[in-house]
């Protein structure tokens, strides 16, 4: 439970709000194994205008990012929802692998041969192949799909977008950034997204990069050849509320968010699960 005091006051001094503004970002997917295709990131829902009740508690859930793939058989997993009260953003897609080749749809897509689509208002599709390449692609981002490969080249995870809802420029929902084949590294994920698969060799290789924790980011696509590490698994999502300071701060929270003021605003961030009541 949070009970916070600003300028030596007791913060529930004031009216409760009637509207707040919400950002909420699930869970990015996983990254496919071998040649493989990047996660798609976690769904991405913000407006500026929500009705809230006084006195009613809001649940707020925090989805977690699906789990690279450690096998050419399977594709990497969807991360899972984010909620706030009736929002839901929706887990991102897991990226194809070598032998499991479409991309998993989600709130943006895996990438894949198909790739995952993206839901329209929350994310973009993933990358495809072309001529029969392989599955280095990247995974969609909210802010854009995700790059395909072409003449040899290895794609990017889609972009994010970018929020100054926490008081600071921070970019969500990149997707992953593919695998490769033949010892080349993958390309980068989109900004709050994994960075590149790992560059494999028989000598010795990095595992593909994790999506960022708390930005919903798409894990990047395992690197062909050896050693056969995992793809990168999906980064968790957030849900951030705020509203004008002028108000009274929420009379509770459970989950432990972090709370603050920000220039006109209350800010609660939410990293985990929990409830709020204004």
Do not use: C, W
């Not at 769904?43 to 690279?68: E, N």
């Not at 984010?82 to 692998?97: D, E, L, Y």
């Not at 459970?254 to 209350?266: E, H, I, Q």
């Amino acid at each position: 439970m949070s009970n916070r005091y600003f300028g030596g006051n007791l913060t529930n001094y004031g009216e409760a709000p009637t509207t707040v503004e919400y950002l909420v970002v699930a869970g990015g997917g996983g990254g496919g194994f071998d040649v493989a295709g990047g996660g798609g990131a976690g769904g991405l829902l913000t407006a500026a205008s929500f009705a809230v009740a006084t006195g009613s508690v809001l649940t707020i859930t925090v989805g977690a990012g699906g789990v690279g793939s450690s096998s050419r058989s399977i594709q990497g997993a969807n991360g899972t929802n984010s909620v706030f009260s009736s929002i839901t953003a929706t887990g991102g897609g897991g990226g194809g692998s070598a032998d499991t080749r479409p991309g998993f749809s989600g709130g943006s897509g895996g990438a894949g041969e198909p790739a995952g689509t993206g839901i329209n208002g929350q994310g973009n599709n993933g990358g495809t192949t072309t001529n029969g390449s392989g599955l280095h692609a990247g995974g969609g981002g909210a802010g854009s799909v995700g790059q395909s490969s072409s003449s040899g080249k290895n794609g990017n995870g889609g972009t994010g977008l970018v929020s100054s809802i926490s008081g600071e420029q921070i970019q969500y929902a990149g997707g992953g950034g593919s695998g490769s084949q033949n010892g080349y590294g993958g390309d980068k994920g989109g900004l709050g997204g994994g960075d590149s698969g790992g560059n494999g060799s028989n000598t010795g290789g990095a595992p593909a990069s994790n999506g960022l924790t708390n930005t919903g980011g798409g894990g990047g696509g395992h690197a062909y050849p050896m050693p056969f590490l995992s793809g990168g698994s999906g980064g968790s999502g957030i849900v951030i509320i705020r509203y004008p300071v002028s108000f009274a701060s929420a009379r509770l929270t459970t989950g432990s968010p972090l709370t603050y003021k920000t220039g006109f605003y209350r800010v609660y961030v939410f990293n985990a699960s929990g409830t709020i009541t204004f």
